[in-house]
């Protein structure tokens, strides 16, 4: 089975500083990793996904995030933040040749103007 | 291109009734999935299915039901609700291999 941590429910940060949303997994096998964006009342849209090669994999809107095999960790960073960013963050993995998603409890990015 | 839809967005009901969500895609993926999000959960899985007339338990199956006769349909139904199933619902398709699109979600009150 696999288990998602993201550790932080909350993190606000002053618009135009760096983030760093953290992601640590769990699993006995190897995964694909996601990062899902969810604005306000809407569904879930994908960041970006890590599915093999390169270990820093880039995404819409100017995030990208490293997996880190011997920390098994996906940790979602943005160099400079914009009040649009503003949702809630959600980190998933998915067995290899499996389609099932286990999700993290998700992290909120509130950004102060 | 509408894309994955829900219907309804919201829905209020009582203890003790049925109620089915439904979920349409128009890309003809063969991997539907139905989610529940509550705070301090994220999103947990109810029930997939890999292809028609194929469904599959996830991580909190009890009390759904669901069904998959065509590709394209893959309606969840709350056989008799409960207080507990008060949630957004979310559904999902994907392509084997790919990443999960999801639809706007249902939020449903169970009173």
């Known amino acids: 089975a696999q288990s998602v941590t993201q550790l932080d429910s909350q993190v606000p940060v002053f618009e135009e500083a760096p983030v760093e949303l953290r992601c640590n997994y769990s699993s006995s096998v190897s995964v694909y990793l996601f990062w899902y964006v969810q604005y306000p009342n809407q569904g879930l849209q994908l960041l970006l996904k890590?599915?093999?090669?390169?270990?820093l994999v880039k995404g819409i809107n100017g995030f990208e995030a490293e997996f880190n095999k011997s920390q098994t960790s996906f940790h979602l960073r943005k160099p400079s933040v914009h009040i649009s960013d503003t949702a809630e963050y959600f980190c998933a993995v998915s067995p290899l040749g499996n389609e099932k998603l286990t999700f993290g409890t998700g992290t909120r990015l509130t950004i102060i103007p | 291109d509408a894309g994955i839809t829900q219907s309804p967005r919201y829905k209020i009901t009582e203890t003790g009734r049925q109620v089915t969500l439904m979920c349409h895609q128009t890309?003809?993926?063969?991997?539907m999935f139905w989610y529940r999000q509550d705070l301090g959960h994220g999103l947990r899985l109810i029930y997939y299915?890999?292809?028609?007339?194929?469904?599959d338990k996830g991580e909190v199956p009890d009390g759904y039901v669901v069904s998959r006769s065509k590709t394209e349909n893959f309606p969840l139904t709350l056989e008799s609700a409960t207080r507990s199933q008060t949630s957004v619902y979310f559904c999902a398709s994907s392509i084997q291999g790919n990443e999960q699109f999801f639809g706007p979600g249902t939020r449903l009150t169970v009173l």
């Open positions: 299915s890999a292809a028609a007339d194929i469904t």
């Open positions: 890309w003809s993926h063969s991997y």
């Open positions: 890590y599915l093999s090669g390169s270990t």
